[in-house]
């Protein structure tokens, strides 16, 4: 049978690309014989769950600096991949993450650089900043933009040798088709097919789940009586800056029953600083990336993502499962699955904290509209699970499994 080969930087269940990819790969292995070709593979359920599997791990799994990352990865998998379609009785169909490869048939786009670069130029400097930026713009703050500059112009590079019309294309939200069509002039080749989410894994706090709410709550110093807003993701680009600023236009009576917490990658001490400014240092928790995400989705009572690019946003659905109320930026392709006031929030301009403001006023002055507006998000949410995306994926893939 044709195997179906997977191909992606890492594959594993924290981080949005990576999960879709694999538990996407782990249901269609019963389906073809599935290879995945990645610098790392992790999943505790690797020998249970899989079918027909085969992983060949790419080597030297070279962490940093991204491009030469990026670059090695290409050059290796190139010469595996052009190997493995001249050297098979049986073609194999490769799926690639992206374009993390230069040899695909079908492309699952998760991120379009194009189009990252596009909004990139409209931003103020202090908000798509590199991480690691100080806060002077000395030399060293200018060398680490530059390193940024032209990591996101090798990317945009790769995607214009990558991204024509002879492949078929996965678009993980309509704003990503849209991208794909006004970037590359792709529209016939687009598949929309939005993430999905383990509603078993990611649930509504219940008598099992209570007490470590409790005691998350009290190792993070956050009493129990506060209206917890939560952050996941990439404190820049996803709209930090945004949140805290937010948490500075409530009103006095709002502001002392609220604390920010945000869990991810980014400059912890820029945002703590800012945070002091304002007065907020003791409104706002920051802390670094976590498996085991979901304790913390359970932990909050509201879930702001006021991001300013966003192809989805993982995170959006997973708390929309925990039956809490989202506050979503209308940038964030995971927008499309939210009827404002209804199953969630709206952000027009994630910039502007006022509305953010007023959003998370609206929750904390009426408990039983927090209440409507979780219990509907958890409705949706339940309506895409990773099975229904498998066999969506299945659907498209099949056709053209099997031309020869």
Known sequence: MRPLVFVIHDMNLWSGQERCTLEVARRLSYRWPVEVVAYSLEDPALDSRWGALKFHRIRPNLRHPMILRSALFHGATLARLLGARLGRKERPL??????????????????????????????????????????????????????????????????????????????????VAREL??????????????????????????????????????????????????????????????????????????????????????NQTRFRE??????????????????????????????????????????????MATGIPVLVSALAGASELVEDGETGILLRNPLDPRELARGLERLVLEPELASQIGAGARRVAETHSWDRVARRYEEILAPIMEKT
């Open 274 to 319: 800012r945070a002091e400014r304002l007065g907020l240092g003791e409104r706002v928790t920051l802390v670094g990336p976590k498996h085991g995400i979901e304790s913390y989705f359970r932990l909050f009572d509201a879930f702001v993502f006021p991001t300013l690019y966003e192809p989805f946003g993982l995170a959006v659905l997973e708390a």
């Open 94 to 175: 490769i799926h690639a993450a992206g374009a993390c490869s230069l040899v695909a048939d079908v492309v699952q786009v998760h991120f379009v650089q194009a189009a990252w670069r596009a909004r990139k130029a409209s931003l103020p400097l202090d908000v798509v900043r590199p991480p690691r930026a100080g806060a002077e713009h000395g030399l060293a703050t200018r060398a680490l933009e530059a390193y940024h500059d032209a990591l996101l112009a090798y990317h945009c590079a790769i995607e214009a040798r990558v991204f024509t019309p002879d492949k078929t294309y996965l678009a993980i939200s309509r704003q």
């Open 181 to 266: 069509e006004e970037h590359f002039g792709l529209g016939e080749q687009v598949s929309v097919v939005h993430h999905g989410v383990d509603s078993e894994v990611f649930h509504p706090v219940d008598a099992s789940t209570a007490e470590h709410r409790h005691a998350l709550r009290r190792s993070l110093g956050v009493p129990d009586d506060r209206f917890v807003a939560g952050f996941v993701g990439v404190f820049e680009r996803k709209g930090l800056a945004t949140a805290i600023d937010a948490l500075a236009a409530l009103s006095p009576a709002v502001l002392s029953r609220i604390h920010l917490v945000a869990v991810g990658a980014g």
